[in-house]
């Protein structure tokens, strides 16, 4: 059975039970698969990235199969680019909050439509369709997330994970990406030095294992350049960079072992 989102955001949980770990986070407009379900929760895979785990009931919508294949065959280029915009139904006036890395479902000229609903949204706040990958795009892009909080599988603009904040940079990029970095780092093409490396490269570490043959994926940060990488560790943050890791801004440490590049564009 297959369900969509229809809240801005809702919380993907280890068990079903409002107290257990978010593992993920579901935007509004995304689909997924109901795989099992208990009294009051559903246990679901994410059709965009594959993350699997267990969401309130009410907080997705089920979906027919006609249903599911006239949504998922329709136009979904656009996209919210800002960290924050705002749909207002035509129906009755109700306002969305929808975050970055929100797909829009039939947009054009500031209007997308959703299962027969239609909204209205700031074309100035919309991508339609993805951004043209350049130094100067990518570069004025990640400076709006910069300073958003961190938070434990967060990916919308009130908090995110670092492999959150990756997923979202790069899809507004047209780059789609697996939800964890230890997945995304079997993605894209490698890069053997950090002196081959350019904007827009992934950079994955571990931290701070103090062993180098260490294959402990933990933490993903964006280059955007061989010496300054953006990630999010407390918030997202630019710091410097160099063949051993991430050199922190505050104490001028070393806080994340460099184990591998990988380039998507």
Known sequence: MKAIVLHSVVPVRSKPDEAAEQLTQLLFGETCEITDEVPRWYNIRNDYDGQEGWVD????????????ERYTSSNLTAMVKMPMAYAVSEANQQTFPLTAGTHLSNYKDGQFEILG????????????????????????????????????????????????????VLSLFGVRLLRNA??????????????????????????????PESTNISHVGILLSP???????????????????????ETGEYTHDLRAIRRYF
């Open 57 to 68: 009931f009410k907080m997705i919508s089920k979906m027919s199969n006609e249903e599911y």
């Open 117 to 168: 609903s239609k909204f209205v949204i700031d074309p100035q706040m919309v991508a339609p369709q993805p951004l043209e990958f350049n130094e100067t795009n990518f570069m004025q892009t990640v400076r709006f997330f910069l300073n958003i909080p961190y938070l434990w599988g967060g990916k919308n603009c009130m908090g995110l994970d670092c492999s959150g904040f990756s997923g979202i």
């Open 182 to 211: 230890r997945e995304q780092v079997h993605q894209g093409k490698e890069i053997g030095f950090l002196s081959e490396a350019q904007c827009g490269d992934l950079v994955f570490f571990d931290h701070q294992s103090r062993n």
């Open 227 to 249: 010496n300054t990488v953006v990630h999010c560790s407390g918030r997202v943050k630019v710091e410097r960079i160099d063949s051993n890791g991430i050199i922190s801004a």
